[in-house]
């Protein structure tokens, strides 16, 4: 009898973040992890732990986050039917879009190379983008912003856009893109890096919105990364208008 060998797969989840306390397993919480853990434990008939590519806070949204969890090749025979299992067992604002083979020490969050993310903003009251964009009163200068946003780019150290007492060895990030777009309805902010401090897009993007609308010259959001004092940096936005978008990994084909 050939014993059953155990298995390294990735799950590929996007998840409305809305009615949940952020990714990670909280104490007094629903989280997303918690939804996914126990769909896993019904479907497989055991505990089952996930390691995900990062936490999200409360109300920030997925279109793409890695997962990672062991289970013996018996117990999934069929990727693509576990996958639709699962998704059956997961509530509709959590979906699973595919699972993946990867190697026995692969891991979701250490491996990771690349992260994205979104921040959406309207103008207009608008029913449907409720807990998906921010609405602001005031359009700022998009122009000035992206002039600001170019200061972002490179290897910084970025203490400034950073909750303080994170248990961190570094935060020195290599932000790779940060600009602003324009759409039908308002703006979205792309921002591309290596990884991300807690809370770092959102001050990012309050500290943009200083220079588009209290006319804060570019420079500024410079003078701020140079002070590396959170205190120096703009409100934090807030979570709901926040998506993870896409996340990077050398041996994974992110095209399917």
Known sequence: MVKDTLQRFFLEIAYDGTAYHGWQIQNNAIS????????????????????????????????????HMDAFEQQIKNRERFVH??????????SVKRMINVHREAHARFDATERSYEYHIHFSKDPFLIHRSWQLRDQPQVDRMNKAAEFLLGTQDFSCFSKSNTQVFTNICTVTQ????????????????????RNM??????????????NKPPEFINEVIISKNRANAGTSVPAHALYLTRVVYPYINDKH
């Open 32 to 67: 997303v992890q918690q939804r996914l853990n126990d769909a896993l434990q019904t479907l497989l008939r055991e505990p089952i732990e996930t390691t995900g590519a990062g936490r999200t806070d409360t109300g920030v949204h997925a279109k793409q986050l890695y997962v």
């Open 201 to 214: 897009v959102r001050a990012t993007v309050g500290t943009l919105l200083e220079i588009g609308i209290k």
């Open 85 to 94: 299992s699962l998704n059956s067992l997961l509530p509709p604002d959590i």
């Open 178 to 197: 940060a600009l602003w777009e324009k759409t039908d309805v308002g703006y979205i902010f792309h921002i591309t890096a290596d990884r991300f401090l």
